[in-house]
């Protein structure tokens, strides 16, 4: 009987280091799952004068920097110099539709390569005296007075009276 006894709290142990071992594998695992999903960004400026910045939230982190899968980068782009405006966004060799200051990725799920270019441009500002308006565009989109435009770039203004 004592040997009965010694082969039950023998088999009992075995079975509760099964059920310990395989209850935390898959803990485990997603744990290094985890871990591996993680992506490099890096980010710079390519044509012109100026500065890139990449926030994850409100932390700033640098160029080589890496991430976790999912995560929202956030670049912030500042021309240096008088007469310098932001060109275009590209990331990864693709160039975005727009010249914004900033420019988001979201969910990020591969390594990251985010370059922008600054070119030289002008501030156009208008106004209209008396009745009427004054627009402005600058490469089809519309302006407003006190707009950095690009140089090189055509400006149309369009002047309309007042209907009386």
Same mark, same amino acid.
């Given at each position: ?62 160029? +080589?920097?890496? $991430?976790?899968?999912?995560? *929202?980068?956030?670049?912030?782009? !500042?021309?240096?110099?008088? %007469?310098?405006? /932001? ?33 030289? +441009?002008?501030? $156009?500002?208008?106004?209209? *005296?008396?009745?009427?308006?004054? !627009?402005?565009?600058?490469? %089809?989109?519309? /302006? ?21």
């Amino acid at each position: 009987m004592k040997r009965s006894k010694i082969l039950s709290k023998k088999l009992l142990a075995c079975i509760l280091t099964f059920v310990m071992v395989f209850s935390l594998a898959p803990n485990f695992m997603a744990q290094v799952a985890e871990e591996e999903a993680t992506f490099k960004v890096e980010f710079g400026h390519g044509a012109g004068v100026g500065e890139i910045y990449a926030f994850v939230g409100d932390v700033e982190i640098d160029s +080589g920097d890496t $991430v976790p899968a999912g995560t *929202t980068v956030e670049f912030r782009a !500042t021309p240096s110099g008088q %007469g310098f405006v /932001i060109d275009r966004w590209v990331v990864n060799g693709v160039g975005q539709n727009h010249n914004n200051s900033t420019h988001r990725v979201e969910n990020i799920n591969s390594d990251l390569y985010v370059v922008v270019d600054f070119i030289e +441009g002008f501030l $156009v500002t208008f106004n209209s *005296t008396g009745q009427g308006t004054l !627009t402005a565009a600058a490469g %089809g989109s519309p /302006i407003t007075s006190g707009t950095l435009v690009a140089k090189g770039s055509a400006v149309v203004f369009t002047a309309a009276p007042a209907n009386n």
